[in-house]
């Protein structure tokens, strides 16, 4: 009888491992409301789940806007771990559940209350207190384990200071270099270990390097609150203007001016023919209809159905560039639109995405006005300079502002492309 | 007189032109009051137009039906044919209406479920108003009927296949052949009433 109880026992705690599955949301569970987040979720020993995690910024107004995103993880024996990055908006409501044959596993759910949209200072230190110390206020301090340090760019979009103290093994210099070109300051506190000497040779002998749309900052106690002051703000200033940018200007349709007087003599003319020609004059001034229908078409409908603009926006620095795409779409008859990869909305609607391509649904001419998922790339250059550009008048004096086929490409003030 | 001529005579006399007129000024009056030239701002002429066309041919399809029920089989097709070219010349507005609003259906479609609707709505409501014989007057409510039944139809089944106002965006393949075939069902039996040395 004992055996059997203890078969049963143990039996009960293998199920309970074989069900293990976590989701982490932001670094250590801070979040950034209004910023791309990294979501890492873990399951060991599961089948199949699918994994949807819900965040609606709907209100009593407007009803649920829900922004619906869903993966994939293929079961199997072991640890099955998926790392993406998640943007959440200012959310009512945050849920997640993760399914397996119809079976939810595992849920939960996130509270309004823990929304927060300061952004984060992610310290990597063995004594996290004393790095924390020389950090302007206004940021989350958020001590994190080197080891899980993200290597993609996105994932650091909540993040504006990352400090290294030397305290600890040093870092992937892709994290580093991921950081940095999201936008955020690098502090490397010296003194650091030999170990750190990879890490130091990125920064040279300067005390502040451009990365893509962040910095490396190199300093002691005593002279990084000097360097943390002035902050950089690039990532953030562009992508608030990435709406004004973008701008869709859709080809005018006909003028109701010049399409009345037209249609009116229509009308008079096959009230007129019919009454003196009878049939034959109704098929004449029927044919002559179609005809000027058909030879207006292309000022009746001067487009496709889905008008769309599109705008790069690249902050380079240090060979690296944060890439964000601005889309605008009208479409005129409404229904499904389709991105190939993540995007957000720049205002709230409903919208869902799955590795690869996010949904929109807007309906009928409604302008639907999307970022992408920032990336990182690789500087090209080639592009003309525009010091007059509008943008130049919202960001620092010395930025250096060039200008493509759908780019704008910005060099922070100091930096070499 | 053969029927040419007379279809002809009937097209060119007052009523008519006066009928085609008003309707031809209500779709000018829908065009001038549903477009709009700003191209971010949505155009809805061909709904407007779509439920103005609709309406108004089937009211007077109702009306002629009343009109010339005690007329002969010729009169009866005269007239029908009369009332799909009234459809046909308004059209060209339609089509307008249709290129500028972008709907998500298809135009011919649309002006045959137009035009059949209309004259199938005028063959019932003339087979309603004959049989009614003095009680006449009851055919315009019981031209309701296929209306409302076609639509109880959908409902049940689901599916928009037999409603002749859907005005929201999408296929109306079904409605349009099943009112195309109403509608040729009378002018097959007032053709072949004809045919049979009914009077003109």
Redesign the interface.
């Known amino acids: 009888m004992r055996q059997l109880f203890l078969a049963v026992l143990l039996a009960a705690c293998l199920s309970a491992s074989a069900q293990e599955t976590e989701l982490l949301l932001g670094f250590d569970g801070e979040l950034v409301a209004g910023r791309w987040n990294p979501l890492e979720f873990r399951s060991r020993d599961a089948g199949d789940i699918t994994l949807t995690v819900t965040a609606d910024q709907g209100d009593l107004r407007r009803g649920q806007l829900p922004a619906r995103h869903t993966w994939h993880v293929p079961g199997g024996a072991g640890l099955s771990v998926l790392e993406d990055e998640i943007f959440l908006p200012h959310w009512q409501s945050l849920s997640w559940s993760a399914s397996s044959d119809g079976r939810v596993v595992a849920s939960g759910s996130l509270h309004p209350r823990e929304l927060d949209d300061r952004p984060l200072a992610v310290i990597v230190s063995a004594a996290a207190a004393g790095p924390a110390r020389l950090l302007p206020s206004g940021v989350r301090v958020v001590p994190y384990p080197v080891a899980s340090l993200p290597e993609r760019l996105a994932a650091w979009d909540p993040v504006r200071y990352l400090v290294l103290d030397g305290t600890t093994a040093p870092p992937a210099a892709a994290a580093v270099i991921a950081a940095a070109a999201a936008g955020a300051d690098v502090l490397l506190l010296e003194p650091l270990p030999a170990s750190y000497a990879p890490l130091r040779a990125l920064a040279g002998d300067s005390a502040v390097s451009h990365y893509g749309a962040g910095r490396l900052l190199l300093g002691t106690a005593e002279t990084a609150p000097g360097l943390l002051v002035s902050t950089n703000g690039y990532a953030a200033a562009v992508g608030e203007q990435l709406g004004t940018l973008n701008v869709?200007?859709?080809?005018?349709?006909?003028?109701?001016g010049l399409?009345?007087p037209f249609?009116?003599a229509?009308?008079l003319l096959?009230?007129v023919l019919?009454?003196?020609a009878?049939?034959p004059g109704?098929a004449a001034?029927?044919c002559l209809?179609?005809v000027?229908?058909l030879a207006?078409?292309p000022q009746?409908?001067?487009g496709p159905?889905v008008?769309s603009s599109r705008l790069e926006v690249r902050v380079s620095a240090g060979g690296l560039s944060r890439s964000v795409t601005g889309s605008a779409l009208?479409d005129?008859?409404?229904?499904t639109l389709e991105l190939p990869g993540a995007h957000r909305p720049l205002k709230p609607v409903p919208y869902a995405t799955r590795p690869g391509t996010t949904s929109f649904t807007p309906g009928?001419?409604q302008?639907l006005e999307t970022a992408s998922r920032p990336e990182l790339r690789e500087a090209t250059g080639g592009l003309t300079p525009a010091p007059d550009h509008p943008l130049a008048a919202l960001l620092p004096p010395g930025t250096v502002i060039s200008t493509g086929d759908s780019i704008i490409e910005v060099t922070p003030a100091g930096a070499v492309p | 007189m053969s029927g040419w001529h007379s279809l002809d005579r009937h097209l060119r006399s007052e009523g008519f032109s006066q009928l085609l007129s008003a309707f031809l000024l209500l779709s000018l009056l829908t065009l001038t009051f549903s477009w709009s030239g700003n191209p971010l701002e949505a155009n809805n002429s061909w709904y407007g137009l779509t439920a103005l066309r609709r309406g108004a041919l089937a009211l007077m399809a109702v009306g002629l039906a009343l009109h010339t029920f005690r007329a002969g089989p010729g009169v009866r097709l005269r007239t029908m044919a009369a009332l799909s070219l009234i459809s046909l010349l308004g059209a060209p507005l339609s089509a307008a209406g249709f290129a500028a609003s972008y709907p998500a259906t298809s135009l011919i479609p649309n002006i045959v479920l137009d035009t059949a609707f209309a004259a199938a709505l005028y063959g019932f409501t003339t087979m309603v108003a004959a049989a009614a014989g003095r009680a006449f007057f009851l055919a315009v409510p019981a031209a309701t009927l296929p209306i409302a039944a076609s639509l109880l139809l959908d409902e049940a089944t689901g599916n928009n296949l037999l409603f002749p106002f859907p005005l929201a965006d999408g296929p109306v393949f079904l409605p349009a052949l099943f009112w195309t075939a109403f509608a040729l069902a009378f002018a097959a039996a007032w053709a072949l009433a004809l045919r049979r040395g009914g009077e003109r």
């Open positions: 869709l200007e859709p080809a005018r349709p006909l003028r109701l399409l009345l249609a009116g229509y009308a096959s009230v019919l009454r003196v009878g049939v109704a001034v029927l209809g179609i000027g229908v207006a078409g009746l409908r001067p159905a008008s009208l005129r008859q409404g229904g009928r001419w302008l």
